[in-house]
């Protein structure tokens, strides 16, 4: 039967997934709303003054505030203020629509100029504490979604309403609430969101639980298992990315298992394998009636060694060691390098008198060694081993190492005495 690929599995939480678009979508409906309304409030405005202008010629400029009925035209339009300066610059008649609205001061010499001039000046203005800003920029999405009120400014020659006349007016008018009108559509388009997004979520939840979350964490718990020092492996027979992923784990927990017991300069086992391996040896000796010996050895000098011509060319000697104890051990014997220079042997079915003389071969082998340390030199080092016998000596692992690392110590502190001994024969 054909398995769906994680590649199919995927695709159908990323369809899931696509609800997220809402979110987007929304955001969209929102931004293109705003401008619409900002958009539509800015032409409103303009007709608004084009309408408030007829009206004005229809009834021709009195040099008094505007009467009843043209403040409730303007004050329906939505204006501020309505005021109109001579040459001057000069108040000559002002109407107030929001008397608790400051609408600023008389216009400067330069706008005067300007509009005296024939240009219609038009400026964006927000209402805040009472007073009507014309510098904070006109109102964009961001600052109608902040908050806030938003409206025109519009400077106009006078001469152009009133032929004949010289001076200025100014209208100020609000827009329409564009931030409650936002906001609205902000909470209209979030809950629509929000209902599609909720059987989204569960779908989303439910196919990353069967088809990933479930898969993952059972490799997670094997691996988990595997790094704990279990031999267990997980099911490989799927086709699909998921079955390429357990083969991919088991080939590296076998990897990690070879490499977990093996010391990778000598090629020898490490002490992690001796911890498990030795005790079931002897166990395995008294079980069985047999002899079984144990050789310790630590080479003698080597720190010298490394001192005089590098670690490099410490890691060849140590690498000649491992090949010599390879050698003599061959399938019968067991090697371990535990680290450093110290080496352990093991012998099944060998007397203490046997091993000893084992010892004594590897010692005359390691000693003729010659290993390479450049510019034509060669080095040479010495080990000294120590040996422990079952039954004669102990009858566990811990006593045998123990009683074998003791005499391996005694060995080397009788060739210090011996070399000492010699080097004062030569004084002599």
Known sequence: MHQMSVAVKTWLILSFAGFVVLFTAAGVVVWSSTQASIGSARRDAGETVRSVLAEARARGFVNTPASDAEGKAAARFGFIAYEVFDASGQ??????????????????????????????????????????????????????????????EHWLPLGQIYPGLEGTLRLVLSYPDLTGSARQTIFTTAALAAVALFPAVGGLWFLLNVFVSRPVRNVGRRAARIAAGESVRLPADSGDEMGELARAVNLMADALEARAVVDPMTGLYNLRHLATHLEPAVMAAMASGQAFSLVAGDLNRFKSVNDTYGHAVGDLVLKAVGEALREMAGERFTCWRLGGDEFVIGLPSTSGEEARSHATTLESRIAALKVDAGNGSAVRVSIAFGVAAYPEDADSAVALLAIADARMYAAKAGLGDRRRGNRAASAA
Do not use: C, K, M
């Open 91 to 152: 108040l000559l008649a002002a109407e107030a629509f929001s008397p608790s609205i400051e609408v600023g001061t008389p216009p400067a010499a330069e706008l005067l100029a300007r509009v005296t001039q024939g240009e219609n000046i038009r400026y964006p203005v927000r209402f805040a504490d009472g007073v009507a800003h014309s510098d904070s920029g006109s109102a964009t999405v961001a600052r109608v979604i902040r908050g806030g009120e938003f409206g025109e």
